[in-house]
């Protein structure tokens, strides 16, 4: 074990300390000023109410806003699940021409800056699809979301398979599983938390995407981010942003223990 | 170089495998058949024009050093790889084209390939349950199984909380309750320490005559072949160099690379040979069967001797090896066993002029 004098200890304690005020003080701002009389968020606060909690929750554009970004997120999700495993298995188990370049490609989505790829898709939809009579509409958001997802459910499931022993899946093979039982049996259960961890990275991203959602989203729909986005403009209305992000900081918690507790799960079995 | 006896004919090459050759009558139940098999991995040939027969029933130990292609013949019989060109028959029926889930035969692993995520209990299940059996009777298999290599105990656990010999063991208990007609085993011992492994061998060579069933096992370790096996196949090179019972391998080998992969081996080359033996066919002495003699001392007539000096000695333990090199660059290992009172010390010594003298038949013409 490395040995710290005190004063490092000290100087270390007092670093930590400062990065998780920075980290985490704007966000206790926004709790509080979810309970803010004040229609702006302000410090200290001006009087306790849960008026902006009882308003947000009777806004219909709000609920319609969670809605479409359940939806939007789910859907890049399963996208995401399905071909980003594909993919995963592909480029880990088999040779063929061309592999690095379709690797590259693949991961590529996730450094492209939202904005490009928003635009990409906008001109796309609007000026190639649209004129020839193909309406994407809700369904392009959800694709243009799913192109950055896959990236988050390959790098996992590939890195897994990367370390999976391949004797295992020769094993059961051996022992008389045909490919499907194999799969079902050795193969998905090895690198299902992988998979899990993917999916909710992928349902993350994009449930909390922005840049690419102006692009994409139809006229008239929005997404929670969008809403908020468009909120923030409104005068006298940004404080039910607030109790939005209080929920949502409280609902993050969920994914972070479950991908925890996986983690030292999948640590106790090796 | 003392003047060679009379040409004689030194060791004798009759004990062909032609006297073990496998019994075809029962080859249909368990025996496997190799003809002119070749598996080729791009430019590399793996294995070369094979052919090689199994009896069923028998302990057959491929043997050989890494890279020879003794592995990729287990994995062909277990139809993991697909030959190149040839045909694999196991029990009598052509299994080349089957998938491995289609053959009768089962595998320990070298690295054994347990479930991680399933209990012991639920490895060993694992050929019944994709087979449909039903619970009651798979409950009852697998505590016969598991009693069979005595780990009743610890069918609960995950394959992690287990020591290696432990693995192993669970290894072998899933892939023989499937009652397999041939068991491949791939260097199952190779990650256990040396004497784990020696229990484990006693124990594999008992659990195979109380099942009967045919083991093909690969190794690269020539005293586990010779201690397990009922015939031995050495492997070099993509190639079968011989076949035979162990004692037909260690005694009699055919080529010289048998001589030296098997044991310590003192080959003679074909013109050293002809001045001791007058035939130009190199010969090939085990060290034991090599004594010492005082450098004076006149050989019996049926014996062969070479005279030189003692550069080293090694003592083992139960042996001292004398390492003699001759006038004309010619080495010769006497091995000694120390039967003699355990505070004697050697009766030869480095820097000795010694005399090497054998049995003039004992030594092997290896052709």
């Known amino acids: 074990m490395l040995r710290l004098t005190r004063g490092t200890k000290v100087a270390f304690g007092v670093i930590v300390a400062i990065v998780l005020l920075f980290l985490y003080a704007p966000l206790f701002l926004v709790i509080i000023n979810s309970f803010n009389v004040a229609p702006i968020a302000n410090w200290p606060i001006r009087g306790f109410t849960l008026d902006w909690w009882v308003r947000a929750f009777q806004n219909e554009a709000l609920w319609a806003a969670v809605q479409n970004s359940v939806i939007v997120a789910a859907g890049a999700m399963v996208f995401a699940l399905i071909l980003g495993t594909l993919a995963a298995f592909a480029l880990q188990r088999f040779e063929f021409f061309g592999k690095h370049t379709v690797n590259l490609l693949i991961v590529l989505p996730i450094a492209l800056p939202g904005v490009v790829t928003g635009v990409a898709f906008s001109n796309s939809f609007n000026n190639v699809l649209e004129p020839v009579g193909i309406q994407v509409g809700y369904f392009g958001m959800i694709i243009a979301h799913a192109t950055f997802c896959i990236v988050m459910v390959f790098n996992n499931v590939f890195a897994r398979l990367r370390r999976m022993n391949p004797s295992m899946q020769e094993a059961s093979m051996d022992l008389g599983a045909s490919l499907w039982q194999t799969f079902r049996l050795v193969t998905f259960p090895q690198f299902r938390t992988a998979f899990v961890a993917g999916g909710l990275l992928a349902f993350a991203l994009s449930f909390d995407e922005i840049v690419v959602t102006i692009f994409t989203a139809p006229a008239g729909v929005e997404t929670l981010p969008l809403w908020m986005f468009n909120q923030m403009a409104r005068p006298n209305e940004a404080t039910q942003v607030n109790v939005i992000a209080t929920v949502l900081i409280l609902l993050s918690f969920i994914p972070v223990y479950i991908s925890q507790r996986l983690t030292r799960a999948e640590e106790e079995e090796r | ?367």
């Open chain 2, 1 to 367: 170089m003392s003047a060679p006896t009379a040409p004689i004919e030194p060791g004798s090459t009759t004990a062909a495998p032609a006297s073990s050759a496998p019994d075809t009558a029962d080859r249909g139940q368990g025996g496997v058949e190799l003809s002119s098999v070749t598996k080729r991995f791009g430019d590399t040939v793996a294995v070369d024009d094979l052919t090689l027969s199994v009896a069923s029933g028998e302990f057959f130990s491929m043997l050989g050093p890494s890279g020879s292609g003794k592995t990729t013949v287990l994995r062909l019989i277990a139809g993991f790889e697909e030959v190149t060109s040839g045909t694999i028959a196991i029990a009598g029926t052509d299994v080349t084209q089957a998938a491995p889930f289609d053959r009768t035969v089962n595998t320990v692993f070298q690295d054994y390939a347990l479930f991680p995520h399933m209990t012991i209990a639920e490895n060993v299940a694992y050929g019944l349950r994709v087979r449909k059996v039903g619970k009651a009777e798979q409950q009852q298999r697998v505590a016969a199984a598991l009693e069979q290599v005595r780990l009743s105990h610890v069918a609960d656990r995950l394959p992690h909380q287990l020591s290696g010999g432990q693995r192993q063991r669970i290894a072998l208990a899933r892939a023989l309750i499937l009652q397999p007609r041939v068991l491949l085993l791939d260097e199952p011992l190779g990650a256990l320490d040396k004497q784990l492994r020696e229990q484990m061998q006693i124990e594999l060579k008992q659990i195979q005559r109380e099942v009967g069933i045919t083991f093909i096992f690969v190794t690269h370790d020539q005293e586990e072949a010779l201690t397990l096996s009922d015939r031995i196949a050495v492997f070099n090179n993509g190639r079968v160099e011989q076949v035979g019972t162990p004692r037909e391998v260690y005694e009699y080998p055919q080529t010289a690379f048998v001589a030296g992969f098997l044991g310590i081996s003192n080959l003679i080359d074909a013109a050293h040979a002809e001045r001791l033996t007058g035939v130009a066919k190199a010969i090939s002495v085990r060290p034991e069967r090599v004594r010492l003699m005082d450098a004076r001392t006149e050989p019996a007539a049926h014996e062969s001797c070479i005279d030189g000096t003692i550069v080293e000695t090694v003592y083992t333990g139960p042996t001292t090896r004398y390492i003699v090199d001759t006038a004309d660059g010619l080495r010769v290992i006497a091995e000694r066993h120390n039967d003699h009172a355990p505070s004697d010390t050697a009766p030869y010594h480095r820097g000795d002029a010694v005399r090497a003298v054998w049995v003039t038949e004992h030594a092997a013409v290896v052709p």
